[in-house]
């Protein structure tokens, strides 16, 4: 086996017993970022000697026989929205260029704090507000499977760079999909956790009440490790919670899996859609009972996402006023400042989003808007728990379409936020979902949607972890 192949467990077990040094390791995989960047263009930044310099100390470590962690030499990458120190922190965005993280988030910290190494910087849609990381004002991020298409995105380089054997694992962060479309998109397996159980601390706010960071891997037992690792209590951040991380006994044989018909209807292309209904087919075969549901109210949900969303990003992205953070334009005064600095930091789907949001927040329109999106928000969210009084999981496809091509919607926004229509539900609910590889169109990878009630990540893993196997 070449070493880009091995799982966290398998790197920790070699590591361990000396088959090859941390700093191999890494440099295999440095050497394998080198040769695929030219053609996907997943990083924005490869910190090189810092990598190489963190394996050698885990090599010395290891070499005097002191403890390790797992996660201790696994090679990874973190999507430029969250910080880690001493490193530019982008977020995509012309704002923020020469922006360098003042302190680790608390998921690159945790990270930090059990070994792994952090390879660089993935691009990603500016400000995390997009579906194809076209958005990026830095540099355009290709699909391994096929160099014509997009990635998806947010999160397309974390993607990118586990699909294309640039790094074990990468931090992604998904707001209405941003995790779990581009991980379906590229065939990787991707986790949007439950609104608070990983901490947003250090993560750049796109919609507050939405964010979350996640795991992508290749596989569904990579997720769970970094999870876990990442997961918990923070005191900077008010609406993380701890969850209970026994172990669950979750088999196929006797679990009910959801099947909302609203997620099977129009729009949905029909090999998408039959890659989805062999999954299900097999998952009963292996014993599951199949119900079929109904979400009422998630057919509200992309106009409800795209209200409370850009309202939250309008609010988020007042700080970046040309005064505390990067770019600032000199003017004759303060507004100018903020007009000059704003006006030229921003692309344009920034400026659609924070013009949408304002006006959904302003008097006259906010009872219209901003109120009723909120008040649609609880009864998506009561579909939900609704439904999981009768069954444990719900199945559904990620994306309507398979990866589409670089170029096709960038200029039609409306199309471009169709993406999203089958993972936003979710996020408004705020309940765990995971992305699993589950078959290809062609050579373009679908993605299944396991989606569990809140706080059951580790029931989800079990059910991942099952069908890899039957897939
Ligand atoms: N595509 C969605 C948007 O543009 C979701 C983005 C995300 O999850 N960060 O808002």
Redesign the pocket.
């Known amino acids: 086996m070449e070493l880009h192949q091995f799982s966290i467990k398998q790197i920790h077990q070699h590591l361990l017993q000396k088959d090859f040094s941390a700093r191999e390791l890494v440099g295999h995989y440095l050497g394998i970022i080198k040769k695929e960047e030219p053609k996907i263009g997943a990083f924005l930044a490869v910190s090189e000697d810092e990598a190489l310099e963190q394996a050698d100390y885990l090599d010395e470590k290891i070499k005097q026989g002191q403890e390790v962690s797992l996660l201790a030499g696994a090679p990874c990458a973190i999507k430029d929205a969250i910080l880690v120190k001493g490193q530019k922190c982008t977020a995509g965005s012309r704002i923020l260029e020469n922006y360098f993280a003042p302190y680790d988030a608390t998921a690159v910290a945790e990270l930090k704090k059990q070994g792994a190494i952090i390879l660089g910087k993935t691009n ?2 500016e400000f ?4 194809s990381t076209e958005h990026s004002a830095f540099q355009v991020t290709r699909n391994p499977h096929d160099l014509t298409r997009v990635p998806g ?3 397309g380089g974390s993607a990118c760079a586990v699909a294309a054997n640039e790094c074990v694992f990468a931090l992604g ?7 779990r ?1 581009p991980a379906s998109f590229c065939g990787v397996v991707g986790l949007k956790p439950t609104y608070g159980a990983v901490s947003r601390y250090g993560l750049i706010a ?2 507050s009440s ?2 979350q960071i996640g795991p992508l891997a290749k596989t569904t037992e990579d997720c769970q490790i970094i999870f876990n690792a990442i997961k918990g209590k923070d005191e900077n951040d008010a609406t993380s919670a701890d969850t209970d991380n026994s172990s669950v006994n979750v088999d196929l044989k006797n679990v009910k899996i959801g099947i909302p018909q609203e997620y099977f209807g129009e729009g949905l292309e029909k090999a998408t859609r039959e890659i989805i209904e062999g999954v299900i087919k097999k998952a009963q075969k292996a014993g599951a009972e199949i119900r079929k549901i109904s979400l009422p109210h998630s057919k509200y949900a992309l106009a409800c ?2 209200l409370v ?1 850009t309202s939250e990003a309008s609010a988020n992205l007042a700080r970046f006023d040309g005064i505390k953070y990067g770019l600032s334009q000199e003017a004759n005064d303060l507004a100018e400042v903020y007009f000059k600095s704003r006006g030229q930091g921003f692309g344009s ?1 920034v400026k659609r ?1 924070i013009m949408l949001g304002t006006f959904a927040l302003s008097s006259g329109y906010y009872d219209a808007f901003y109120i009723k999106a909120q008040k649609a928000r609880a009864l998506i969210k009561q579909d939900f728990d609704q439904v999981f009084e009768q069954v444990d999981f719900i199945f559904t496809p990620v994306s309507p379409f398979p990866a589409f091509k670089i170029g096709e919607k960038i200029d039609d926004p409306l199309k ?2 169709l ?2 229509i089958l ?2 539900p979710i ?1 408004l609910a705020g309940v765990p979902a995971l992305s699993l590889p589950a078959g290809k169109d062609g050579h373009l990878p679908v993605g299944l949607q396991i989606i569990s009630r809140p706080f059951n990540e580790q029931g989800i893993f079990q059910i991942g972890q099952q069908l890899e196997k039957i897939l």
């Open positions: 990603l849609d995390a507000m997009g579906s995105g947010t999160s962060s998904d707001t209405g999909g941003s995790i479309q796109h919609a939405l964010d996402y795209y969303s789907e989003r471009m936020y993406s999203d993972t936003v996020s």
